[in-house]
């Protein structure tokens, strides 16, 4: 028989019908009529995926959690499941475990301060409706500790007097805008 629906439509069959299969998989054309009634109940798409705390401090081990990721859905108590889309390669950089985010790597802010990412929200419906959003990640400055310090030059003749210039100290460290004092 035909599925029950709210308002059939024309129930023709026209070789221009969109949708010639039902839920199940099922044909939608009973002799020369279509089943107007299995689309009546559209499974509208999530949309709108927010990311509220999108950043991350530098150094922060692989595995670090970062935040949790949301969407809209009209189509009320469905559930919401994000995934890494194909298309960007800072993907890679990151995971996504249910509704939270993480690091797969350690970050550098010196190297790079923001990555954008391509989440995937889909609903849990038979035919899952979903949509495609890019969202970015901010890497957060850390001030590092310095690695190394030398001296442009280690050699002075002997017998120079008190303050006789040798060289010039010089400090290796990540966060080149620090300033640094010697004693």
């Given at each position: 028989?035909?599925?029950?629906?709210?308002?059939?439509?024309?129930?023709?069959?026209?070789?221009?019908?969109?949708?010639?299969?039902?839920?199940?998989g099922l044909s939608r054309i009973v002799y020369d009529t279509i089943d107007q009634g299995a689309y009546e109940f559209e499974n509208p798409a999530p949309y709108s995926i927010s990311f509220p705390k999108n950043s991350i401090y530098e150094n922060e081990l692989p595995g670090k959690f970062i935040g949790w990721l949301g969407a809209m859905d009209d189509a009320g108590g469905d559930s919401i499941l994000f995934s890494l889309?194909?298309?960007?390669?800072?993907?890679?950089?990151?995971?996504?475990?249910?509704?939270?985010l993480f690091s797969a790597e350690p970050f550098d802010f010196e190297s790079k301060t923001e990555y954008v990412i391509h989440?995937?929200?889909?609903?849990?419906?038979?035919?899952?409706?979903?949509?495609?959003?890019?969202?970015?990640?901010?890497?957060?400055?850390?001030?590092?500790?310095?690695?190394?310090i030398s001296i442009s030059d280690s050699t002075i003749d002997e017998n120079r007097?008190?303050?006789?210039?040798?060289?010039?100290?010089?400090?290796?460290d990540p966060d080149f805008d620090d300033s640094y004092k010697y004693s």
């Open positions: 028989g035909l599925s029950p629906c709210i308002n059939g439509g024309h129930p023709f069959y026209t070789n221009d019908s969109i949708y010639p299969m039902d839920l199940d889309a194909d298309g960007l390669a800072d993907n890679e950089s990151f995971y996504i475990d249910g509704d939270s989440v995937k929200a889909s609903d849990n419906f038979r035919f899952p409706a979903y949509c495609e959003e890019d969202v970015l990640i901010r890497v957060l400055n850390r001030d590092e500790a310095p690695t190394d007097p008190v303050g006789t210039y040798i060289g010039e100290l010089v400090t290796n």
